[in-house]
């Protein structure tokens, strides 16, 4: 890799972006305000701070502030062969050209490190170690960036997950889930579940599960007069004072008190 360029910059009424086409690639990180770019003539991309852009070579393309104000850092590089240590990096990235890549957000501390670390190097009197310094912080940025993207995408997918895992934990409210069914439903170990469902929920499974319960057998004693017994059935107790406990030490009161004060009349 050959880094062109490592600095700071600002977009505003005077300073606007481009119109420009780079035979290298150009990397923009917003870190207050924001900015509107277009690209390829046809697309329209909305930066903010903590989001930033890789613009692949020959790729035609402009912009302005869309406030008063906007600071960004800009990294211009190059690859000039294949000989990387980083070849995730390079093989992700080398050769493409008439594109771009959006990072939608980052750890901006992290991030922002690396960018003033790559900056500090540019202002040193040039030496081909402090370029191979400058090449091996923009590669270390480049990958934290990537990164973020992957643990973003892994965060959808992961919330995605959850929400089929509570419609299957809603069909199944008459049985007697464990949390090794639930984990394995997952297919996570048990252990590995326990804790993202606790970051995810702020509860445990079980107590999340029969809070699923203790909401759908409050509604039932709201609006129908379905027995207690049948309702204790629908939620997998088998005699009606285990169902009594449960509901009273969820709801601070009985079921036969919640219906008599919650059931319409007429």
Same mark, same amino acid.
């Given at each position: ?43 329209? *991309? ?20 869309? *406030? ?53 190097? #540019? ?8 370029? =191979?310094?400058?090449?091996?912080? /923009? ?10 993207? #992957? ?12 929400? =089929? ?6 069909? %199944? ?6 949390? =090794? =069914? /639930? ?35 409050? %509604? ?44 319409? %009349?007429?």
């Amino acid at each position: 890799m050959r880094c062109l360029l490592n600095n700071y910059g600002e977009f505003d009424e005077v300073h606007t972006i481009g119109p420009a086409v780079w035979p290298h690639f150009d990397l923009i990180c917003v870190h207050k305000g924001e900015v509107l770019i277009r690209l390829l003539k046809d697309r329209e *991309v909305l930066l903010t701070s903590g989001q930033g852009i890789l613009i692949y070579p020959d790729t035609p393309f402009d912009g302005y502030s869309k *406030v008063v104000r906007t600071d960004v850092s800009v990294h211009h590089f190059a690859f000039e062969d294949n000989r990387s240590s980083f070849s995730h990096i390079y093989t992700s990235i080398a050769g493409k050209r008439q594109g771009f890549e959006i990072f939608p957000s980052y750890s901006v501390p992290e991030i922002n490190r690396e960018i003033a670390g790559a900056i500090a190097l #540019a202002y040193q009197d040039f030496s081909p170690l402090l370029q =191979d310094m400058r090449a091996a912080t /923009m590669l270390l940025m480049l990958a934290k960036l990537k990164l973020c993207v #992957a643990r973003s995408r892994g965060k959808v997918a992961q919330a995605s997950n959850f929400e =089929d895992l509570i419609e299957w934990l809603r069909s %199944r409210m008459e049985e007697s889930l464990t949390l =090794d =069914d /639930m984990a394995a439903r997952m297919n996570l170990s048990t252990s590995h579940f326990r804790a993202l469902f606790k970051t995810h929920f702020g509860v445990a499974p079980g107590n999340f599960f029969l809070g699923l319960k203790m909401q759908e057998a409050a %509604r039932l004693l709201r609006e129908t007069w379905t027995p207690i017994k049948e309702i204790a059935a629908r939620f997998g107790y088998i005699e009606a004072p285990h169902f009594h406990r449960a509901f009273k030490s969820y709801h601070n009161i009985t079921p036969n008190k919640y219906r008599l004060t919650h059931l319409p %009349r007429g």
